[in-house]
């Protein structure tokens, strides 16, 4: 049993090893769907230290299971308490991934089922522990709801997503476009709101940018693009772009490319009131939707142009 379980550790040890190997070369990371690279953008840290820690942790569980065999029976089992901190570890992933992201990484799926089977095969105690383990992780997830506490429909935490502001000098509306990096839609929507003259632009991505999205614009030292996930959660949104602008004590949600590219263009170029848009339906007190089935991206693929 033994053997097997050494066999497990050093082949989770090559697996991640060659991820590590794949972002230094500048490839993308292997990975049977978008889940991967949809996770990916919710870290704060870098893939590579992410895959480099499970070498370096399959690793050390190999060697300590190759070592364990010389020692004398009774001595401490280090090999039981890493796998059970793997355990731990690869819940709360997880369950972030299930509960909060609402997408699954298929790689991340693998290297939870590799601790899972490590556990169950270091015997029946160690089996019970792991799934205790794990249960006290998953279930405060399964019962939690992840929402900024200032989040509601009267007073949003947008400014706690926001990448990036633009200000004008005589701002008649205020706007936020929550948006991604890899919509094609969204890309013609920043397109539109470059030369704006009379919006103060703030700018809300789901994802980490790596360069900003146009110039002129004042960078944030810090953002949480997750807020501006759980943002279009609440309201059942799964699409981007979508424009938040504020409209007396509440606010406007336009969405769809070519209906935030006309709002832009009667709102955001002259210091003329909007007059143009009908009665918007109202989807929750104090906020008003202008829906939109076209031009819009997923929130959980990426898109293409039409």
Same mark, same amino acid.
């Given at each position: 049993?033994?053997?097997?379980?050494?066999? #497990?550790?050093?082949?989770?040890?090559?697996?991640t090893?060659?991820?590590?190997?794949?972002? %230094?070369?500048?490839?993308?990371?292997?990975?049977?769907? *978008?889940?991967?690279?949809?996770?990916?953008?919710?870290? %704060?840290?870098? =893939?590579?230290?992410?895959?480099?820690?499970?070498?370096?942790?399959?690793?050390?569980?190999?060697?300590?299971?190759?070592? !364990?065999?010389?020692?004398?029976?009774?001595? $401490?089992?280090?090999?039981?308490?890493?796998?059970?901190?793997?355990?731990?570890?690869?819940?709360?992933?997880?369950?972030?991934?299930?509960?909060?992201?609402?997408?699954? @990484? #298929?790689?991340?799926?693998?290297?939870? !089922?590799?601790?899972?089977?490590?556990?169950?095969?270091?015997?029946?105690?160690? +089996?019970?522990?792991?799934?205790?383990?794990?249960?006290?992780?998953?279930? =405060?997830?399964?019962?939690?709801?992840?929402?900024?506490?200032?989040?509601?429909?009267?007073?949003?935490?947008l400014?706690?997503?926001?990448?990036?502001?633009r200000?004008?000098?005589?701002?008649?509306?205020?706007?936020? %476009?929550?948006?991604? !990096?890899?919509?094609?839609?969204?890309?013609?929507?920043?397109?539109?709101?470059?030369?704006?003259? +009379? @919006?103060? %632009?703030?700018?809300?991505?789901?994802?980490?940018?790596?360069? =900003?999205?146009?110039?002129?614009?004042?960078?944030?030292?810090?953002?949480?693009?997750?807020?501006?996930?759980?943002?279009?959660?609440?309201?059942? #949104?799964?699409?981007v772009?979508?424009?938040?602008?504020?409209?007396?004590?509440?606010?406007?949600?336009?969405?769809?490319e070519?209906?935030?590219?006309?709002?832009?263009?009667?709102?955001? $170029?002259?210091?003329?009131?909007?007059?143009?848009? *009908?009665?918007?339906?109202?989807?929750?007190?104090?906020?008003?939707?202008?829906?939109?089935?076209?031009? *819009?991206?997923s929130?959980?693929?990426?898109?293409? =142009?039409?």
């Open positions: 049993m033994d053997r097997i379980k050494q066999f #497990i550790a050093l082949a989770a040890s090559a697996v090893a060659l991820q590590s190997l794949l972002i %230094l070369m500048g490839r993308s990371t292997a990975c049977l769907g *978008e889940g991967c690279h949809i996770v990916e953008k919710l870290i %704060l840290v870098s =893939p590579l230290y992410l895959n480099l820690g499970g070498l370096i942790y399959f690793q050390a569980v190999f060697w300590s299971l190759r070592s !364990s065999r010389k020692e004398p029976a009774g001595r $401490f089992d280090w090999t039981a308490l890493l796998l059970l901190a793997g355990m731990a570890a690869d819940s709360v992933l997880m369950s972030y991934q299930i509960f909060v992201a609402r997408t699954l @990484c #298929i790689y991340c799926l693998l290297i939870f !089922s590799v601790v899972l089977t490590l556990n169950l095969l270091h015997g029946f105690r160690q +089996s019970a522990r792991a799934v205790a383990v794990s249960s006290a992780v998953v279930a =405060p997830f399964a019962i939690l709801f992840f929402l900024p506490v200032s989040i509601t429909p009267r007073n949003f935490a400014d706690q997503g926001v990448y990036a502001v200000t004008c000098s005589q701002p008649t509306k205020q706007v936020y %476009l929550i948006f991604s !990096s890899d919509c094609a839609h969204c890309q013609n929507v920043l397109q539109a709101l470059e030369n704006c003259s +009379s @919006c103060d %632009l703030f700018l809300n991505p789901i994802d980490h940018l790596d360069t =900003p999205p146009m110039e002129g614009i004042e960078l944030r030292s810090s953002y949480n693009p997750e807020v501006n996930r759980i943002l279009l959660a609440q309201f059942g #949104i799964e699409q772009p979508v424009l938040i602008a504020k409209s007396g004590d509440g606010y406007d949600f336009v969405r769809g070519k209906r935030i590219v006309d709002y832009v263009q009667q709102a955001c $170029f002259t210091q003329n009131p909007l007059l143009y848009l *009908e009665k918007p339906v109202s989807d929750k007190e104090s906020i008003d939707v202008f829906t939109q089935e076209q031009d *819009e991206c929130v959980q693929l990426d898109c293409t =142009p039409q």
